[in-house]
């Protein structure tokens, strides 16, 4: 019995220290690891942007190649807004722009270690040029030339400044308000192309919106949008509503070639390999920030079922409206492919279609631009952007 008793004590032991061991690895790991979180700046104006940025160490070491989560808290608790991967030396940046106050932090995926809170508070009040330059730092860099103006159709005055890492666009409307948003990258680089302020796109309505799909931003302008991603240039869409956002976001896919038959990167996003036309037009709206303009389905029929259902229909082509046509010769009319108007013509519409055959040549499908004769589509519908 003593015997018994011995053995049965050292395999409890054993028992205990392999847990131990087991444990110190999740625990050592979670209590020795630390995530730093820091906001660029905690007061902000409406549609303005800040950084967070931070570092996950362990022992006092970066640990890089980690998955870090920026979320956001709600009143039904805390969601994901944003995914950052840590570089060689531990530290992560995400851009984002609040459009309300709101508490966030970041947590490590791997640990679940969380950094502290961080609180945004919305301010109210003018905003220069000066004053934006001091509160962007560095991000804006140092200024380059002097202030120039420029006339711009709905404003009381407009003045920029190139900065060696953007421009800053200080706008009053006629009700006295005066703002001052940012422009840079990519973004910048499609703006000045455009004419800058004193080109078609006119003025930013606020700053970048970052921390999209596949590394996504969009900026709104007064004539339009510019839509930038990690694989891709700033892209260009005209028009005063948010419909710019999502058309300059299909723009820059197009040329994109489809990998296999019914098997894009649209495909994969949705989880599912099949046509991808309307696919497509979901991911444009999400890549955009706006998910709710179209709805995301991976099936057609219940993709069609869904708009249907919820959007307006009609016979009128309308820059921003979802074409449907019937492009299969089966004896019956049925909605079997859809498209984004980007132009309205007086016998032709211009569009912008996912797993469609390049414009001259049947032989690859993509994303491409396409001119169809008035007389095709069935029916559009419109989203409510």
Same mark, same amino acid.
């Given at each position: ?127 220069? $040029? %000066? /004053?934006?330059?001091?509160?962007? *730092?560095? !991000? ?5 030339? #002097?202030?120039?103006? =420029?006339? &711009? ?93 999502? $058309? %300059? /976001?299909?723009?820059?896919?197009? *040329?994109? !070639? ?5 098997? #894009?990167?649209?495909? =994969?996003? &949705? ?115």
């Amino acid at each position: 019995m003593a015997r018994r008793r011995h053995l049965t004590a050292a395999l409890l032991a054993a028992v205990l220290a392999l847990g131990g061991l087991v444990g110190a690895a999740g625990p050592a790991l979670a209590t020795g690891t630390s995530l730093k979180l820091q906001v660029s700046s905690p007061s902000i104006r409406h549609g303005e942007m800040v950084w967070f940025t931070g570092k996950l160490t362990s022992g006092g070491k970066g640990l890089k190649a980690r998955t870090v989560v920026l979320e956001r808290r709600t009143s039904s608790g805390w969601h994901r807004v944003a995914t950052s991967t840590t570089s060689s030396s531990g530290t992560f940046s995400v851009r984002q722009r609040p459009y309300g106050e709101y508490s966030y932090r970041a947590r490590a995926t791997a640990s679940g270690v969380k950094s502290t809170v961080r609180k945004i508070h919305l301010t109210y009040g003018k905003r220069t $040029i %000066a /004053a934006r330059a001091a509160i962007l *730092g560095d !991000r804006a860099g140092a200024a380059r030339g #002097s202030t120039a103006s =420029a006339k &711009v159709a709905g404003t009381t005055a407009v003045r920029y400044r190139s900065y060696s890492h953007g421009m800053l666009v200080q706008v009053t409307n006629k009700a006295g308000s005066v703002r001052t948003w940012f422009v840079y990258g990519d973004i910048l680089t499609a703006y000045k192309k455009a004419g800058g302020p004193k080109g078609k796109l006119g003025v930013p309505l606020a700053d970048p919106k970052c921390g999209l799909i596949e590394s996504g931003c969009v900026q709104r302008f007064s004539g339009g949008a510019i839509y930038d991603n990690k694989h891709t240039k700033g892209a260009v869409a005209y028009g005063k509503t948010k419909a710019a956002e999502v $058309i %300059a /976001a299909a723009r820059s896919q197009v *040329g994109y !070639r489809q990998k296999r038959y019914n098997d #894009s990167k649209y495909n =994969a996003w &949705v989880g599912r390999v099949g046509a991808w036309c309307s696919v497509f037009q979901s991911w444009a709206a999400v890549a955009s920030g706006n998910p709710g303009a179209i709805p995301k389905h991976a099936k057609w029929s219940v993709f069609l079922a869904d708009v249907r259902a919820h959007m307006k229909l009609g016979k009128t082509p309308k820059v921003g409206a979802l074409v449907f046509y019937d492009t299969i010769s089966d004896g019956r009319t049925a909605a079997t492919h859809v498209g984004v108007v980007v132009k309205v013509n007086a016998s032709s519409i211009v569009t912008i279609e996912g797993n469609t055959s390049t414009p001259g040549d049947s032989a690859g499908r993509g994303v491409y631009q396409k001119t169809r004769p008035r007389s095709m589509p069935l029916y559009y519908a419109y989203p409510t952007y």
